[in-house]
């Protein structure tokens, strides 16, 4: 317990200097001349472990606003999102931790109320000369009146990173950024229907949602097959070609965007994908489905290796398609690319599944499948980044809608804001070796 309170204890120091300090065992950081008055640098020795960073206290207002912002700029450094991060820590008057302005789900420890835990400020854009902009604005405590802002230089032997302009200050809150999300359920039952009728029929599904005022629609998986064909090879489509025309123009009409998972042709593959319409009619982007079950892979789909973002009026979308919810690795890949919403065309799946693709990326889905609503299995639905559902579909030929804010965070007991930190503290994606024979031998 002692040591517990040692470790909150706010450091001592002056709040008018940036301070050096290093986190033991591992060797110690260094600090680095600047080319100018306002740059702070670090470099790490050419050993495993090091960790130190640049400190300062800032004094804040309790229940007002600040906004953190930095330039950074690094050198030899494999992982800057992870290797060069900021920390912002909150404290009272009496240096102790105060109790976060922001509410968390009590179901788990029965209480709305928690510590405000250390936030950190993320990536945005990259200027000409390499310097990455990190910043972010938050809520002060409302008992808070120091705010600790530390810049680190971690795990990166021989690395170097340069603070250019480190700021925290008083700052407008956050506007907020509501979008509409909303998700088809339909069966698109029998086995002689056309892509005409097919088409028609999520006409209207679409414009129920639109009289509902959504601004993103997802409908369900490989549409030009279900109900017409289980030859998808045969019903695949170019795009951009007839159905992406036909739900681009009502896309436009309607002033919203749509999700419409299909079987696509390309360049003597056929390809599983969901394309993302915008609202002036034009393809947005293009998902193509990476996971294959056995049943895809035997009517001659190709599996895809890309894992794209793209960019909205309202946020960054990224899209995934069925079987893909069962390996954590698609969600985790769109997350890291800035997806803070999934679009999900789906057959069917494990609904824990979803829930934990939500929660393990701090991402909100939105699912529109065929499954049968009654049973335990996918279901269509709005799901928030804590994994539950705030809009399930009960009925068929239904839609279901929910608004979410993306400016809102989530934050969770003893993690506070998770989304922000998986950045900070999520392990490096490494790429999987690839098999080579050596000629005329029979081991790699």
Same mark, same amino acid.
């Given at each position: 317990m002692?040591?517990f309170?040692?470790?909150?204890l706010l450091?001592s120091h ?6 050096? #300090?290093s986190?033991a065992?591992g060797? @110690?950081a260094?600090?680095m001349p600047?080319?100018d008055?306002d $740059?702070?640098g670090?470099?790490?020795p050419?050993e495993e472990?090091a960790n130190?960073?640049w =400190?300062?206290?800032?004094? $804040?207002?309790?229940g007002?606003?600040?906004e953190?912002?930095?330039k950074?700029?690094t050198t030899?450094?494999?992982h800057p999102r992870r290797s060069?991060v ?9 240096g ?5 302005? @922001?509410?968390v789900?009590p179901t ?8 405000a ?5 993320r990536?945005k854009e990259?200027?000409?000369e390499?310097?990455?902009?990190v910043? &972010?604005?938050?809520?002060v405590?409302a008992?808070a009146?120091k705010a600790v802002?530390?810049l680190?230089l971690r ?13 925290l200050?008083a700052?407008e ?10 998700? $088809?359920h339909?069966?698109?039952s029998?086995g ?7 088409r028609? #029929?999520?006409?209207t ?6 009289a ?11 549409m030009?097959c279900k109900?017409?064909? #289980? &030859?998808?090879v ?11 025309q036909?739900?681009?123009?009502l *896309? ?6 749509? $999700?419409?998972?299909m *079987? ?15 609202p ?14 056995r049943?895809? /892979?035997a009517?001659? /789909? ?5 894992y794209?973002?793209f ?9 995934m398609i069925c079987?893909?919810?069962f390996?954590?690795?698609v969600a985790?890949?769109? *997350?890291?690319?800035?997806?803070e919403?999934?679009a999900?065309? /789906?057959?069917?799946?494990n ?8 929660i393990?990326?701090?991402v909100?889905l939105? !699912?529109?499948?065929y ?6 299995? =996918?279901?269509?639905a ?8 705030v809009?399930t579909? +009960?009925?068929w ?5 929910a +608004?979410v804010?993306?400016?809102?965070r !989530? ?10 930190? /998986?950045?900070?503290?999520?392990p490096?994606r490494?790429?999987e070796?690839?098999?080579h ?6 081991t790699?």
């Amino acid at each position: 317990m002692i040591l517990f309170h040692f470790l909150w204890l706010l450091p001592s120091h002056g709040d008018d200097d940036w301070t050096l #300090h290093s986190i033991a065992p591992g060797p @110690e950081a260094e600090g680095m001349p600047g080319q100018d008055d306002d $740059v702070l640098g670090l470099a790490a020795p050419d050993e495993e472990g090091a960790n130190g960073y640049w =400190m300062k206290s800032f004094e $804040v207002e309790g229940g007002s606003w600040v906004e953190f912002s930095a330039k950074r700029k690094t050198t030899r450094i494999p992982h800057p999102r992870r290797s060069c991060v900021v920390r912002i820590e909150w404290y009272g008057a009496d240096g102790r931790p105060v109790t976060s302005r @922001e509410k968390v789900n009590p179901t788990y420890f029965g209480s709305e109320s928690t510590i405000a835990r250390p936030d950190f400020p993320r990536d945005k854009e990259v200027d000409l000369e390499g310097w990455t902009t990190v910043s &972010d604005r938050y809520p002060v405590p409302a008992d808070a009146v120091k705010a600790v802002v530390q810049l680190h230089l971690r795990w990166a032997p021989g690395g170097e990173v340069l603070w250019k302009a480190p700021s925290l200050l008083a700052a407008e809150p956050l506007p907020e950024r509501k979008v509409t999300l909303a998700a $088809v359920h339909t069966q698109l039952s029998g086995g002689d229907r056309t892509i005409e009728e097919n088409r028609e #029929h999520l006409r209207t599904l679409i414009e129920k949602a639109a009289a509902q005022g959504a601004d993103l629609v997802v409908l369900p998986e490989l549409m030009n097959c279900k109900g017409i064909t #289980h &030859d998808y090879v045969s019903a695949a489509e170019k795009i951009p070609g007839g159905t992406t025309q036909f739900f681009g123009a009502l *896309a436009r009409e309607l002033d919203l965007y749509v $999700v419409v998972g299909m *079987a696509e042709r390309l360049e003597g593959q056929v390809f599983n994908s969901a394309v993302l319409l915008g609202p002036d009619a034009s393809i947005v982007g293009i998902y193509r489905k990476v996971t294959l079950p056995r049943e895809e /892979i035997a009517r001659g /789909i190709s599996p895809a290796d890309a894992y794209p973002v793209f960019k909205t009026r309202f946020g960054k979308v990224g899209m995934m398609i069925c079987y893909d919810v069962f390996f954590p690795e698609v969600a985790r890949e769109l *997350a890291m690319r800035g997806a803070e919403i999934i679009a999900v065309p /789906i057959w069917g799946g494990n609904p824990a599944l979803a829930s934990a693709r939500c929660i393990e990326n701090g991402v909100h889905l939105v !699912t529109s499948t065929y499954t049968d609503h009654d049973t335990n299995w =996918m279901k269509t639905a709005i799901w928030d980044r804590e994994g539950r559902k705030v809009a399930t579909a +009960t009925a068929w030929d239904t839609v279901v809608t929910a +608004t979410v804010d993306l400016n809102q965070r !989530t934050y969770w007991h003893g993690l506070g804001d998770f989304q922000a930190r /998986i950045a900070r503290e999520a392990p490096v994606r490494k790429m999987e070796p690839v098999f080579h024979r050596r000629e005329g031998s029979e081991t790699p």
